[in-house]
């Protein structure tokens, strides 16, 4: 893992150097837009509604809509707001953990301790784990100011978890639960007979995203058939020109090729740990055929 940024956690007079590293990642596959017709790529353009130009990134500034004002902010302007330059890990409180929420969770990073801070890195965590409290913490990551809570993760490392605002999260207010109906002893002697015959210790690992899977099955299989096209001519980049001839749009790759391809991206699935086989036959593979 590559750490994406150093901070120091401070409670009182302490500081503790860490790391910080993203703790979770993303393994959807990700599927771009095409034209349906000759299988060209589907760009969105940024396109100023004054000059009609398009306009790239480096000149692309924000702002904010205030009705019949607009207020226009770049990069100087945000970069100097205070808080989000901060390079600390602010302790506030230590409260109760099992006050803090779930549903307030967002992403989790986890801390590495710096070598000269491995120490107090130990000493805090144990006593977290002690108190059996959370760290409620003030912290910046990418440009803004964050609430986080820092608790104790399985093999003793410290996990900081962006946590939203209070005023981020909706009240749940349902008047149809204001008058619960009756439960009979029978009806809740079932429910109760039913969560104990399904009673398990969590093991994420034994879950598995079967969409992806099969979604990677279906691609793989595709590739294997030689049912796909050179990626070079969706970006409308032809080959083979012939004088007189409509314009391809596509051009099936070799079968060896598509074999050689299906081969590589399985490797680099299995070494990224993405995704693993389900055991499922793989999905259908024949080319649909568009009307006209």
Known sequence: MRAIGKRSISFGLVSVPVKIYTATEDHDIALHQVHDKDGGRIH?????DVCGKVIPFEHIDRAYDAGDRTVVLDDEDLEALPEASRDDIEVVEFVPSDQVDPITFERSYY????KGGVKAYVLLRRTLERTER???????????THLGALRVHEDGVMVLQSLLWGDEVREADFSVL???PRITPKEQQLADALVQSLESDFRPADYKDEYQEELQQLIDAKLAQGD???TA???GQEGDEGEGQEQQGAEV???MEALRRSVDRKRSASKSGSTGKSGKPAAKTSRRKKAG
């Open 253 to 255: 790759v070799d079968l």
């Open 178 to 180: 204001e008058n619960p």
């Open 44 to 48: 969105y353009e940024r396109r100023c």
């Open 228 to 230: 796909a096209v050179d």
């Open 111 to 114: 801390l590495e301790p710096e």
């Open 233 to 235: 001519a969706t970006f």
């Open 134 to 144: 959370t760290a409620i913490v003030r912290f910046a990551l990418r440009n803004k």
